[in-house]
């Protein structure tokens, strides 16, 4: 097999892997002012994305320009969740040249994707037989619809580890599958970190949340739409917390509900749906709910945009009040500033903020531990560390300790 790095090495974001110029596996992109996409644009037979998120399938469209139709596969709430960031892509930037799609081809995926569960292998570019390939997707443990991308040429077998956990969240269970493999090409975000237990963040959390309520505040709970707002309402719902939803998570709520077999207590998922209020107007209501004794999850998670420009305002002067980051904060962004500076840009305008500021790590990714307890698993495979801010330091790690690893730059190609 030959790998080329179009996007995610030795950095977050953009993630995209052609195999062979045959086969891609993710195509993403990196949010920002501009957004940036893959290296170049390919042309491949066949396309597997590993999950619904806007770093791994946010370009996936631009991949069915003219007459290019390659089948698209992944899982179902992967697809569903391509088409809903596809939108708000166009949304954001569908008048600029800076986005390399339109509706038409978002349109497309209907034609082009295939749907798979865990487990069961597919062939893709005519198969083995045919110099292609058999594909089978794990469950991976990050988001629902998640998955590790195995592919078998019938010599080498590839393990594309996608982002995944090896702890269990309200949400989806932890990764437990380790298929045999050849070569793995591992995510790397957290490999410096260690999280701190997730029943010790979500007691501390949820104490702090009731703290604020019952001193008569409003909390102010920015989260991402996908995967981290469903959580904080599962939390919410266990914790007999008061909380309303607000932003792209509302949609994506409504549609995980509709693929119980990817999340990991579907009756516990339709509870804390039925537990929330979900918001329905427009700012109006919202600076109403702002007055609310009671948790808001919202968009968007790094105060770039959606209803926290209305909510956080809202609430900014009254130091009763809070502001509850649950992710992490890329720096730059208002909330980085804000969780370090006390003050943050929204809306344009810059705003201190007199509410508490708080961050709680609520991560869906595998950290220091999680990350070696995997490659535990793949003591003879070659190791290629992608998706991360130091995969060149984590690999130098895993080679001290015997793994055969290296840390691919971007448009690099490798023969495994």
């Not at 505040?217 to 469903?230: E, L, S, W, Y």
Request: hydrophobic share 40%.
């Amino acid at each position: 097999m030959e790998l080329e790095f179009l996007g995610g090495a030795r950095e977050v974001g953009r993630s995209a892997l052609l195999v062979d110029d045959t086969l891609l596996i993710d195509y993403g992109l990196l949010a920002g002012e501009p957004p940036r996409y893959p290296v170049r644009d390919p042309e491949p037979e066949a396309v597997v994305v590993s999950h619904g998120h806007l770093d791994h399938v946010g370009a996936v469209p631009a991949l069915l320009k003219g007459d290019r139709r390659p089948p698209v596969h992944w899982t179902p709430p992967t697809g569903e969740l391509a088409r809903t960031l596809a939108e708000d892509t166009l949304k954001l930037h569908g008048n600029s040249p800076l986005c390399p799609f339109s509706a038409e081809h978002v349109a497309r995926l209907g034609e082009a994707e295939r749907r798979h569960g865990y487990g069961d292998p597919f062939l893709v570019a005519g198969g083995v037989a045919a110099g292609g390939y058999e594909v089978t997707l794990f469950p991976a443990g990050h988001i629902p619809g998640s998955a590790h991308v195995l592919v078998d040429d019938g010599e080498t077998r590839l393990l594309y580890t996608g982002d995944f956990h090896t702890d269990d969240q309200r949400l989806v269970a932890g990764t437990t599958a380790r298929p045999d493999a050849d070569v793995v090409v591992c995510e790397s975000t957290y490999s410096d970190v260690d999280h701190e237990p997730r029943a010790a963040v979500e007691d501390g959390f949820a104490e702090s949340v009731e703290t604020t309520l019952w001193e008569g505040g409003t909390v102010v709970v920015p989260a991402f739409a996908i995967g981290r707002t469903q959580e904080l309402l599962l939390v919410c719902e266990a914790h007999d917390i008061p909380c309303y939803v607000d932003g792209m998570g509302k949609e994506v709520t409504r549609m995980l509900r509709r693929h119980p077999e990817f999340v990991r207590d579907a009756d516990a998922l339709r509870r804390a749906t039925s537990h929330a209020r979900f918001v329905t107007g427009r700012d109006g209501q919202r600076k109403r709910i702002a007055d609310q004794n009671a948790a808001i999850v919202t968009t968007s998670g790094m105060l770039s945009g959606g209803p926290a420009m209305t909510y956080v305002p809202a609430v900014r002067s009254n130091p009763t009040n809070k502001v509850t980051l649950t992710g992490y904060q890329v720096e730059g962004t208002p909330g980085r500033n804000l969780l370090e500076t006390g003050s943050a840009e929204i809306d344009g305008r810059v705003m201190t903020v007199a509410a508490r500021v708080e961050g709680y790590d609520f991560s869906a990714h595998a950290d220091r531990e999680g990350l070696r307890s995997f490659l535990d698993a793949y003591p003879d495979a070659r190791v290629l560390v992608n998706h991360g801010d130091r995969c060149a330091a984590f690999a130098e790690e895993l080679r001290a300790d015997g793994f055969a690893a290296s840390a691919p730059e971007i448009g690099e190609q490798i023969v495994v």
